[in-house]
């Protein structure tokens, strides 16, 4: 079964730092990983998603992810943090089919 | 193009009484997905369509949830009678599903937030 893990239920940085959000997940099968971000009030905004090829994967508003095998982890970074990206990060694997299980989420927080 | 519109965006009702959502997908998704997302948790499938049929409802509650895709476009989910756990976000999700199998994106809609008192 696929499950996956999000470590941190709340991160706060400073703005202009580094952004680094964790996840671990687990998979009886080859993962096809997903990064979302929900702000207050809205639905779910894809920011990248890992199916195949390339480990290091790029999304929108200046995030990435890094897909490692050897520590089943896809951690959320981005190298400097502003103000908008204040939200709620959630990550999510492939299920058996093709819905999304996802982790119970990361609120971040970023102070002036 | 238009994302994916659900209503209402809020309602509060007391248990036992029933309640309805309406979701509409992104024009030509074939696959639609309800999701319940309960306060501090992240969302959990509830059941998933392709075209009219349904693909997966292992985690509907179906003595209280039912859900409908009439013509293979909009969606119905109903519950009745509610309970107090049934306050949560629920949110509709629609994916083109060209064949890629589960690399197609889901586009969420902005989720009607049920209070059931």
């Known amino acids: 079964a696929q499950s996956v893990t999000q470590l941190g239920s709340h991160v706060s940085v400073s703005e202009g730092a580094l952004v680094l959000l964790r996840c671990n997940y687990s998979?009886?099968?080859?993962?096809?990983l997903f990064w979302y971000v929900q702000y207050p009030n809205q639905g779910l905004q894809l920011l990248l998603k890992?199916?195949?090829?390339?480990?290091l994967v790029k999304g929108i508003n200046g995030f990435e992810a890094e897909f490692k095998k050897s520590e089943t982890s896809f951690h959320l970074t981005k190298p400097s943090a502003h103000m908008s990206d204040a939200a709620e990060y959630f990550c999510a694997v492939r299920g058996a089919g093709t819905a999304l299980i996802f982790g119970k989420g990361t609120t971040l927080s970023v102070s002036s | 193009e238009a994302g994916v519109a659900q209503s209402p965006r809020y309602k509060i009702i007391e248990k036992r009484q029933s309640v309805a959502f309406w979701c509409n997908p992104i024009s030509g998704h074939a696959t639609l997905y309800w999701y319940q997302q309960i306060l501090g948790q992240g969302p959990k499938l509830l059941i998933q369509f392709q075209n009219n049929g349904v693909v997966d409802d292992s985690q509907l509650p179906k003595d209280r949830f039912s859900a409908e895709r009439l013509k293979g476009v909009d969606s119905t989910l109903k519950i009745q009678p509610a309970k107090l756990e049934d306050s949560a976000v629920y949110l509709c999700a629609s994916s083109l599903d060209l064949g890629v199998y589960g690399t197609d994106t889901q586009y969420f809609g902005p989720g009607t937030r049920l209070t059931v008192l």
């Open positions: 890992y199916t195949t090829g390339a480990t």
């Open positions: 998979s009886s099968v080859p993962p096809y």
